[in-house]
Structures are given as C-alpha cells and as structure tokens.
C-alpha cells in the first residue's frame, strides 16, 4: 500500500520552485520538521526543542542546529519566539521570501547560496509613492510596488503574539464554544489586563503553553455545565498560583483517560460508560472492611495508633 498520501503534510510548491535551491541542504531538513510540528498538525506554532531537530535531521552538532535555524529565520521562512527557562516555539511564516532565480555555481557554498535571497532594507511609509505611468521605473521598483504575487516583504513578517494573549485567547475561544453549545449568547470575552498577563505569564513560566491549554479544557469540561461554578471560568480563578498546581495533575488525568464529560456531577466516557468517583476503593481505617487485615501498618501518632488497636486494625 502506498504510503505518499495517507498521514501527509503540505509543503508549498513555491518552496521548491523557487526557495529550496538557495538553502543549504541541513536547512532544507530543519524547515520540513518545523512545517511538520506546525501546520503537519493543524497548528500556528508548536515548541521544538534542539534535541528534537537533533533527532528528527541526524545533525549530532548543537552548533550546526542553531547556525541552520539562525539562516532560516534571516530569510523569512520562520519566525521564533524565545522565553528564558522555555523551549523556543516556532511559527512557520507561510508568505515565502523572494528569490533571485539564478543558476548558482557547483563551488557555491551554502552562504553563497543564502545571498541569492533577496534582503530588501525597510522602506518608510512616505517612501512608498505610486510610480507614473511615463516613468522609467528601475528593476527595484519594478520588483515591488507592480508585484501580484501577494508577497508580503520578508522584512514585514506577520506579527506574533505574546503567549499570554494566546492563552486568554484560547480560553476566550473555549467559552465562546462552550455558550453556543448550550444555546447562549456569546460572551465578550477576557481582556488581557496587565493583572491578567502577570497571572497568566507566571504559570507559563512554570509550565509549557500546551498545559495551560489543556487546564483551560479540563475547567471548562468540568464547571462549564454546572451553574454554580461556571461563574468561576475565570483568568484569576484559573490561574491563581494556590490552585494551579492542582489543576495540572487533574487535567492530566483526565486527558489520559480520553476526556470525559462531567454530566450530573460525574464523568461520563465518550460510550455513556460512567466513571467512578474518587474515593470509591476500600479505606484501610475503615472497620467495615477487610482490607488491612493481616497488613503491617506503621503509624507515627501514638494516638491514632492506639486508636486503631482498639478497633482490632493493628496488633
């Protein structure tokens, strides 16, 4: 069976008609992984670590990963956001650079070949006039204001938003889904407050991006249909450093057990199956069980110890 169409990503047409042969060939490979982690899954930006490029290019070096990347984004095919303490996340710019279509020689090295990119220096805004018709227009003239391509200028990459606004936005999506499904109107929507990005950035700074993304659909999943705590689906309540911890570890449980639904104040599995509550095993200081019979149980408080003795829980 085939294996070129099923479990595919996109890769312009324009990046190999008229980018790839002024790449060197290690950044041919870095800029496939990232288009893989980002639009390969539906996403603006995913965060790649230096040793998964490792991995993904069999480039052993950490200096050859970081000069190929560094050549990526002085040519406008990718833009990075870096966060000290974070794994720096990538955005693949979908508007592809210009480029000198011209034979590049045998000898060439890669930095000649980086050169043919056209590196257009930023033009101001009272610049920018209308060429007449009578005038005799220069190549660089030609080359941009009578361009119909829709490229955009790779000094003019599109505008990356901070991560707390990702977040906020991300939640601000969440209840505005979360309002359609039960037949309201749909919010307004959170402001990023500076109250809100501080809040916000200190729980990126402790967790990645997608963590904060999945405490935001765990909430929504479990207070979202209860009246009296959909009021709570709120940036101080779900970001608040007392809780958040507590957060993390629920939401990661309930992904891992494929995100159920809270119906009536219990999860419920995407086949009706109902979860059952926490709590429900056997409690080892419980008289009405057997469970710690025969158990050697070390207790620290006298008191308690005693107290179990006298139920006939220990020895």
């Given at each position: ?130 060429v007449a018709e009578n005038a005799t227009a ?31 936005d991300y939640l601000n999506m969440a209840l ?140």
């Amino acid at each position: 069976m085939s294996k070129f169409i099923p479990n595919s990503f996109q890769i312009p047409n324009a990046f190999v008609d008229e980018v790839m042969f002024a790449l060197s060939g290690n950044a041919v490979k870095a800029y496939l992984l990232v288009a893989r982690k980002t639009t390969g899954w539906q996403k603006e930006s995913d965060f790649i670590s230096i040793e998964q490029f490792k991995q993904f290019t069999g480039i052993n070096r950490d200096k050859t990963i970081y000069e190929i990347l560094k050549e990526l984004e002085e040519v406008g095919l990718i833009r990075t956001v870096k966060t000290a303490g974070r794994t720096t996340e990538f955005y693949l710019v979908k508007d592809l650079p210009n480029v000198e279509n011209k034979p590049v020689a045998k000898s060439a090295t890669s930095g000649e070949k980086r050169h043919r990119l056209q590196k257009v220096p930023p033009v101001a805004k009272s610049a920018m006039t209308p060429v007449a018709e009578n005038a005799t227009a220069t190549s660089g003239e030609k080359r941009h204001p009578t361009k119909t391509n829709n490229k955009t200028n790779i000094n003019n990459p599109p505008i990356v938003p901070p991560a707390e606004q990702v977040v906020l936005d991300y939640l601000n999506m969440a209840l505005a889904n979360l309002a359609e499904e039960q037949g309201e109107r749909k919010p307004t929507g959170y402001k990023l407050t500076d109250k809100t990005k501080q809040a916000i950035g200190a729980r990126l700074a402790e967790f990645d991006l997608c963590v904060c993304k999945r405490v935001v659909d765990y909430l929504v999943s479990k207070w979202g249909r209860d009246p009296k705590m959909v009021e709570y689906l709120r940036p101080s309540t779900i970001f608040r450093p007392t809780n958040f911890g507590e957060y993390v570890v629920g939401s990661e449980r309930w992904d891992n057990k494929g995100r159920p639904e809270m119906r009536d104040g219990a999860w419920v599995m995407a086949d009706g199956t109902m979860l059952k509550p926490k709590g429900s095993a056997p409690n080892p200081a419980s008289k009405s069980t057997d469970w710690a019979k025969g158990r050697q149980i070390q207790i620290r408080n006298p008191q308690v110890a005693e107290k179990l003795r006298k139920m006939g829980m220990l020895k």
